[in-house]
């Protein structure tokens, strides 16, 4: 049959990445020893020749397939990437795979156990002969508490739930486990969040955060201290969001460096 994609294109115009997006497919992440099956919303891309005038996704859909049953470490991405160079005779190929990681969390009195979900993204990018840049992205909840609120009241302080937004490049991929990672983070909060507490376990959890008051900007500059001290971090973008419960904005803090 006649290879339309493989037609010539005189319009001399290299394409830096083409490909497919949106892809939903069962995915088995390898972190710590453990493996978890998460559903993952991928966008994979190569570019493209400026003398050919498209690429072969179907190749990109059989590559994703064929790794769907394997468990992926981060140090794998660069394995499905390198698939991509070498199938579509290219010269860069690019991934973002997010999905749902989820965590066990133990209430801290009853010792109720429960799982949180963690927003998570690998980002890898492969040049052809190249090592592979890799960012890990995460969005990890907790709980914080105003110290100024703290401060000013006679009764109590107000608090909210807050998320911070990281991306870390990694000079390495190997080793890197997401719990670690994520707990690392989320200690940077006033107070950790739970999926199920008990009235025992609210309690100790609200009276915690108080001893613990954070603006945004005191979480920011923790988790950069937090994320500066991991191992192979050649980068790193951090945002911190509170979704304030007396206003009717939030509060925001970022650092890149």
């Known amino acids: 049959m006649i290879d339309v994609q493989n037609e010539k294109d005189s319009r001399g115009i290299k394409i830096q990445r083409t490909g497919v997006t949106r892809v939903h497919l069962p995915f088995l992440i390898l972190s710590g020893g453990k493996v978890q099956q998460v559903l993952a919303t991928i966008r994979f891309t190569v570019s493209l020749s400026e003398k050919i005038r498209g690429t072969h996704m179907s190749r990109l859909m059989e590559i994703l397939t064929d790794w769907a049953s394997t468990p992926i470490a981060i140090s794998d991405v660069e394995k499905i990437l390198a698939d991509a160079i070498e199938k579509l005779g290219t010269d860069f190929a690019a991934i973002q795979l997010a999905f749902k990681y989820f965590v066990s969390r133990t209430a801290p009195v009853t010792g109720r156990a429960a799982l ?11 040049s052809r002969g190249a090592k592979m840049n890799f960012t890990l992205g995460l969005a990890v909840p907790f709980t914080s508490l105003c110290p100024c609120s703290r401060e000013i009241s ?26 670690k990672i994520i707990s690392v983070i989320e200690a940077q909060g006033s107070s950790k969040i739970f999926p199920i507490l008990k009235r025992e376990d609210e309690k100790f959890v609200t009276e915690a955060a108080y001893e613990n008051p954070k603006f945004v900007e005191d979480i920011l500059r923790d988790v950069v201290l937090a994320v500066r001290a991991l191992e192979n971090v050649s980068g790193f973008e951090v945002e911190c969001e509170n979704f304030e419960s007396i206003h009717n904005h939030n509060a925001f803090a970022s650092h890149r460096e």
């Open 116 to 126: 949180l979900d963690v927003d998570c993204e690998f980002i890898g990018e492969l």
């Open 154 to 179: 006679d009764y109590g302080a107000h608090n909210q739930r807050s998320v911070c937004r990281v991306k870390i490049n990694f000079a390495s991929a190997e080793n890197c486990e997401l719990e």
